[in-house]
């Protein structure tokens, strides 16, 4: 049972244009959610996050919305960069989950030139 | 700040025999996770340390699996014996605090094959 779900495998963006990355979630107990980006061969490195107080956090030309009530929340880039080129996980955490991160299963991005 | 270092980066090995991992987290972090990390999945949590106690490991497979973390800085984390199953990259993480205050510091990870 897939809790938190990344149902786009891959997307392919222009270089200048916005990014947007998706997520799902089924547990309404989640209260936390992160952003993590990763390269080939390089561990996860932390991007951004978000607390369920919040439904918007930005940081540069990244940035994070939460729907509770749609139990959904996306990543914006803008504008695309190609080194923003790389696999994108969203994870959540909560109550439930003893506050251990429950990962999804990420979505690759491609900046096209 | 030095980051998180894991050795080795890549293990090739054959079914049913013994293979280990080394993690040395970020200086002062006193929380460590040892995740699994299969291709097109995200990470998998095997095993998490607060200090050199293991507080979390419902996940690891204890029949084959083993983790210890001496001293509460390093970790290591076994697999005797390996399966074919066992194929996937080995990531170790570390945070100083709580989620919301420390997130995590994943290292490059450790590639495994079993062949």
């Known amino acids: 049972d897939q809790q938190v779900k990344q149902n786009s495998p891959s997307l392919s963006v222009q270089e200048g244009r916005i990014s947007i990355l998706n997520c799902d979630y089924t547990?309404?107990?989640?209260?936390?959610f992160l952003w993590y980006k990763k390269y080939p061969a390089e561990g996860p490195t932390f991007l951004i996050s978000?607390?369920?107080i919040k439904d918007k956090n930005e940081d540069g030309r990244f940035t994070v919305f939460l729907n509770k009530s749609a139990k959904h929340l996306s990543l914006h880039i803008v504008p695309s960069q190609p080194g923003d080129s790389a696999v994108y996980f969203c994870?959540?955490?909560?109550?439930?989950?003893?506050?251990?991160?429950?990962w999804g299963a990420g979505t690759k991005l491609i900046i096209k030139p | 700040e030095a980051g998180v270092v894991q050795s080795p980066r890549y293990k090739i090995i054959e079914k049913k025999q013994p293979v280990a991992f080394w993690c040395n987290p970020i200086?002062?972090?006193?929380?460590l996770y040892w995740y699994r990390q299969n291709l097109g999945q995200g990470p998998e949590l095997l095993i998490r340390?607060?200090?050199?106690?293991?507080?979390?490991d419902s996940q690891l497979p204890k029949d084959r699996f083993s983790a210890e973390r001496l001293k509460g800085v390093d970790s290591t984390l076994k697999i005797q014996p390996a399966e074919l199953g066992d194929s996937a990259v080995y990531l170790c993480?570390?945070?100083?605090?709580?989620?919301?205050?420390?997130?995590?510091?994943f290292g490059n990870g450790t590639r495994l094959t079993v062949t």
């Open positions: 994870a959540a955490s909560g109550m439930d989950s003893n506050y251990q991160l429950i």
């Open positions: 200086s002062g972090h006193n929380t």
């Open positions: 340390y607060e200090n050199e106690e293991a507080v979390d």
């Open positions: 993480a570390s945070s100083a605090q709580s989620l919301e205050n420390s997130p995590l510091h």
């Open positions: 547990n309404s107990m989640f209260d936390y």
């Open positions: 978000i607390s369920s």
